[in-house]
């Protein structure tokens, strides 16, 4: 599962498999934590986390949710996803 952004601690990922379950979401990781959270709500849906990580998490996502929708097309058909700039 490649890593597509690293910030405070965070690592955020995103599975690229052919037909990758929806809707489409990516994974965070704090520590002992993990999340997945939904690219078109931003909220948490499966895991928990701290929640001062979460409110980053958002915030990071908000900035950047055309990328993440981006990043689940190439991923949805197998190609790895893109790099985000870190929140900052």
Same mark, same amino acid.
């Given at each position: 599962?490649?890593?597509?952004?690293?910030?405070?601690g965070?690592?955020?990922r995103m599975?690229? %498999?052919k037909g990758e379950h929806p809707? !489409?979401? #990516?994974? %965070?990781?704090y520590?002992?934590?993990? !999340?997945? #959270?939904?690219?078109?709500?931003l909220e948490v849906t499966q895991g928990k986390l701290p929640?001062?990580?979460v409110r980053l998490i958002q915030a990071w996502a908000e900035l950047h949710q055309e990328s993440l929708r981006a990043?689940?097309?190439l991923a949805m058909s197998g190609e790895e996803p893109l790099r985000i700039p870190p929140l900052q």
């Open positions: 599962m490649p890593t597509i952004s690293m910030f405070y965070i690592i955020i599975y690229c %498999a809707p !489409a979401h #990516f994974h %965070a990781y520590g002992e934590h993990k !999340a997945c #959270f939904s690219i078109e709500t929640q001062r990580q990043d689940w097309q």
